[in-house]
């Protein structure tokens, strides 16, 4: 009954950003927190950005910080992930997912996300 969509995933030269967005759709009444994770080829999902109901307290992972910033507009139904400065490092999928839980914001556990897209490739080329 919830449905999260990534869009915007590509291939940028390192330098260059990008701009993920995330739709959502169905019973969205209580997706409390919105986030980013990440996944590497070969390695664990990573915390990556969230953000509360409103938009307005974001955080993103240290691994990001300056370079990446989460936004939300509910009147779209989307959330944002502007990628700057984007290194060889930041290759992944990314993914989008949704929690009901408020509290999941100031956390950086996927477990307590019960929504998640499926993913979108960002490839940084050096």
């Known amino acids: 009954q919830v449905q999260l969509v990534e869009s915007g995933g590509g291939l940028v030269q390192a330098g260059g950003s990008l701009r993920l967005s995330c739709t959502f759709s169905?019973?969205?009444?209580?997706?409390?927190?919105m986030a980013w994770f990440l996944q590497a080829p070969g390695k664990e999902r990573e915390f990556v950005a969230a953000?509360?109901?409103?938009?307005?307290?974001?955080r993103v992972g240290d691994d990001v910080e300056g370079r990446f910033t989460c936004s939300r507009d509910n009147t779209k139904n989307t959330v944002y992930l502007q990628m700057n400065s984007l290194k060889f490092q930041d290759t992944a999928v990314y993914y989008c997912?949704?929690?009901?839980?408020?509290?999941?914001?100031?956390?950086?556990?996927?477990?307590?996300?019960?929504?998640w897209g499926q993913g979108t490739q960002v490839t940084v080329s050096s």
């Open positions: 997912a949704a929690s009901t839980v408020s509290g999941a914001f100031f956390r950086s556990d996927q477990r307590e996300y019960t929504y």
């Open positions: 169905g019973r969205t009444g209580n997706l409390y927190t």
């Open positions: 953000t509360n109901w409103s938009g307005g307290m974001t």
